[in-house]
């Protein structure tokens, strides 16, 4: 085989591997959905997160405009602060915003769902959301419906 | 006394193969970076085993992947869970099958090659007949083989596991008509650049190093007939798929054993 032809096929190997590599990022993560790079970051606390994970979806009205960039617990009240990274594309949420921890279905993955207030002012980067409700735990839940009940036949 | 015996020759040998192995890796590394200055040399390997590669690759990328789609759409639907079916394939494949499957594959296919080719120029003296002209043969014939496995690996490795996510995709969305939609939006939400996709190339990278090593090595040290030649070409193959497997349970337990 020519040495042209040779320089030419290993070329095109080298070009067809990282195109495989690119679609895997692009097509098949998530480096094209929501970039936490070109976003602002504002917290919340909640009382309890469930089983909320690192890089859960946030999302409004059903649509996805972030995630969830850091869990910690405050060290005063003990409380979760939630960090939130939220799309620069969006950066017009009123500052009386809620948050909430909201079960994808039944039995499905945790989220953040946001509620938009009536504000004029804008949330901005570093900025905390006041007004949370927390995960529901089903368990807890459960616990307290049997407890109410044995007090009422009580 | 004499079974005793035969395991005390047989750690020795062991031992004394392994640190071969390991000078053998150093002299080939050092003249990794000698030969970059001879770059025909590299491209005319990478050809061997890297372009010659491709297409069984590819075809087994695509029978994997549309077995994993019938496989996992079956198991699925018994949970009203096909919509996660996209999901399903492009884990299986960016973690484990992507880089495990082209690193046995590419034991078999280049591995056996280049472990013959070199055992066939020891055989041959050819080796010897490049010492006497001082011609280093570490620096010109393993250095170049062993950095066009390394390079090449990785790359078939992106291809299996893209080939695979189509043959999903075919099966899934062509055949039992999961939504094409879904298909794609679950995969997004659930493979992470990092966590999967990285790890995945992490791990092609590791075997691509290992594979080759051992193929290369084989040859270098092979007993120069042809009865030693042909052994040392099954042990390549054997040892490279085992090490292979072995390495992929400790890398799968440091990288996705976080929660």
Known sequence: MSKNALELWVGLFVIAGLAAAAMLALRVGNLSTVN?????????????????????????????????????????????IVELSIDRRYNNLPTDTSAAVLTSGLLGAQYVGLEPGG???????????????????????????????????? | MTSIRLLGRWVIYSVQRLGRATVFLMSTLVGVFLILRRFPLIVQQVFAVGVLTVLIIVVSGLFVGMVLGLQGYNTLVDFGAESSLGLVVALSLTRELGPVLTALLFAGRAGSALTAEIGLMKATSQLAGMEMMAVDPIERVMAPRFLAGFIALPLLAA??????????????????????????????????????????????????????????????????TSEGVSRATTRTVVIASLAVLGLDFILTSLMFNEV
């Open chain 1, 36 to 80: 936490v790079a070109d976003a602002y970051k504002v917290t919340a606390s909640f009382g309890n997160v469930g089983g909320l994970n690192v890089k859960a979806p946030v999302t409004m009205a059903g649509v996805k405009i972030g995630r969830v960039s850091n869990i910690q617990i405050d060290r005063e009240d003990y409380s979760a």
């Open chain 2, 159 to 224: 291809m299996f596991t893209a080939i695979g996510v189509l043959g999903g995709y075919l099966i899934g969305v062509g055949l039992l008509g999961v939504d094409s939609g879904v298909y794609w939006t679950s995969m997004q939400e659930g493979v992470d650049v990092y966590d999967d996709i990285m790890n995945g190339v992490i791990k092609s990278v590791v075997f691509g190093f290992v594979v080759t090593w051992i193929a290369v090595f084989e040859g270098y040290d092979a007993v120069p």
């Open chain 1, 119 to 154: 504000q004029e002012a804008y949330l901005k980067q570093g900025d905390r959301i006041e007004i949370t409700q927390s995960a529901v735990v089903l368990e807890q839940l459960i616990g307290q419906m049997l407890f109410s009940k044995a007090q009422g036949d009580g």
